[in-house]
């Protein structure tokens, strides 16, 4: 089964700095990897995906994500973090089975940007 | 353009009651996703729609739970007999279509409470 680990509960950060938000994951086959980004009482929004191609993926609201096949990981980055950036974040990946239309989520990372 | 849509952002209902929820998913997308979100969960998914069949159900936890897309646009999650454990941020979302590379948009949630 595909999966996906978020092994932060909470990332704090304080705002100028760079951030990492941390992502690993496990797939029988290529892996298709998505970040979303929940802010307090509203839906998912999309942030970046990785599908094939450059490691290197770049996405909305200056946030990029790097994929290592070696290390399976899709470590969410941003060079300069905002407090407008603090929110919940969500790695997740594309399950093949049953149709592969479905999305596995991790359980999610807190990111706090501190003045 | 608009995005995904839930009604009603929040329900609070008694154990034992039927409760409908409704999604209308963004314009001209084909398929269809509901996920349920419990507290400090990633999202789970629960049933998605190819037009207007369910093409993977295998979510749904029990057959309390119901879904429809009658006509290939809004959906209509349905709950019999609510018990407490219901009690969730049910998620809506939809794609363009159903390839690897289609990106699923969420909508705001429904917040259903059972007392």
């Known amino acids: 089964a595909q999966s996906v680990a978020q092994p932060e509960d909470q990332v704090n950060v304080a705002e100028g700095n760079p951030l990492t938000v941390k992502c690993t994951y496990s797939?029988?086959?290529?892996?298709?990897l998505f970040w979303y980004v929940q802010y307090p009482n509203r839906g998912l929004q999309f942030l970046l995906k990785?599908?094939?191609?450059?490691?290197l993926v770049k996405g909305s609201y200056g946030f990029e994500a790097e994929f290592n096949k070696s290390q399976t990981s899709f470590h969410l980055k941003k060079p300069s973090a905002l407090v407008s950036d603090s929110a919940l974040y969500f790695c997740a990946v594309r399950d093949l089975t049953g149709g592969g239309n479905k999305l596995t989520f991790g359980t999610g990372t807190q990111l706090k940007v501190e003045l | 353009g608009a995005g995904v849509s839930q009604t009603p952002s929040n329900k609070v209902t008694e154990k034992g009651k039927y409760v409908e929820l409704r999604c209308d998913p963004i314009?001209?997308?084909?398929?269809l996703y509901w996920y349920r979100q419990s507290l400090g969960q990633g999202p789970e998914f629960l049933i998605y729609f190819q037009g207007t069949g369910a093409a993977d159900d295998s979510g749904l936890p029990n057959d309390r739970f119901f879904a429809v897309r009658p006509e290939g646009s809004v959906s209509t999650l349905k709950i019999q007999r609510t018990e407490r454990g219901d009690s969730a941020v049910y998620l809506c979302?939809?794609?363009?279509?159903?390839?690897?590379?289609?990106?699923?948009?969420f909508g705001p949630g429904t917040r259903l409470t059972v007392l």
């Open positions: 990785y599908i094939t191609g450059d490691n």
């Open positions: 979302a939809s794609s363009l279509g159903t390839g690897l590379t289609d990106t699923q948009y």
């Open positions: 314009s001209g997308h084909t398929a």
């Open positions: 797939v029988s086959g290529n892996p298709y």
